[in-house]
Each structure stands twice: as C-alpha cells, then as structure tokens.
C-alpha cells in the first residue's frame, strides 16, 4: 500500500510559478512509476508529467502542453516528488493529482496508476 499525501497549489497569475509536492508513505515511490495529472472542469483526467524507472535509471517524461514549463523532481530521502510549474498559463487551471503505478505500466493513462493523492487546485488568473 501506497499512501500519497500532496501540498501546495494555489492562485497564481499567468506567468508565475507554482510547486506540487506529493509525499509518500508505505513504500519507496522508486518502485512505483510516478505521475502528475490534471483534470480541468468538464474535462477528462490528462497526463502532465512520469517518472519511469527502468533498472536503477529515471527516465521523466511531460505532455507536450508542459514540456519546458514544467518540471518533475524528486527528494529520495524524503520519499517526495515535486512538479514545478513556471510559465503558467490560464489553461493549466484544473486540480492536479500525483499518482503512483506499478512499474511497467503505461505511464500516461490514468487507469495504470492504483495510488492517487486527494488533488490539489491550481488555479492561474489571465
């Protein structure tokens, strides 16, 4: 079992910058595939950002909406990954959740993934 705990979030205005933090418990998230996903009012749940362990390597990948905005890390001691935001935009107004998956899962769809944070709103002012 998994248990995923996330912090931050907020309002911010087109341009600024925000930081996700989802903690982990129960286990190492180095097992697990970990991601970052949105879902906007109306909308479906879409990836934004994965962390894929092949052997002992990361491999982290984004939607091309936040690729070179965002960026996914990782604090292994504190059992945390994080997802900056720069460079938001209006469009990126939706609840975030980190999730985490078994490894060898698909990393962007959402039904891989067992283990999903209570969602944080991020909300990006024009």
């Known amino acids: 079992q998994v248990q995923l705990v996330q912090s931050g979030g907020g309002l911010v205005q087109a341009g600024g910058s925000l930081r996700l933090s989802c903690a982990a418990s129960?286990?190492?998230?180095?097992?697990?595939?970990m991601g970052w996903f949105r879902q906007a009012p109306g909308k479906e749940r879409e990836f934004v950002a994965a962390?894929?362990?092949?052997?002992?390597?990361?491999?982290?990948y984004y939607a091309d909406s936040v690729k070179g905005r965002f960026s996914m890390s990782r604090d292994s001691v504190k059992n945390t990954v994080f997802l900056q935001m720069n460079s938001l935009k209006p469009e990126d107004t939706a609840v975030y959740y980190c999730?985490?998956?078994?490894?060898?899962?698909?990393?962007?769809?959402?039904?891989?993934?067992?283990?999903w944070g209570q969602g944080t709103q991020v909300t990006v002012s024009s």
């Open positions: 999730a985490a998956a078994s490894r060898g899962a698909t990393y962007s769809r959402p039904s891989e993934y067992s283990y």
């Open positions: 129960g286990r190492t998230f180095s097992g697990y595939t």
């Open positions: 962390t894929v362990w092949s052997g002992s390597v990361a491999y982290t």
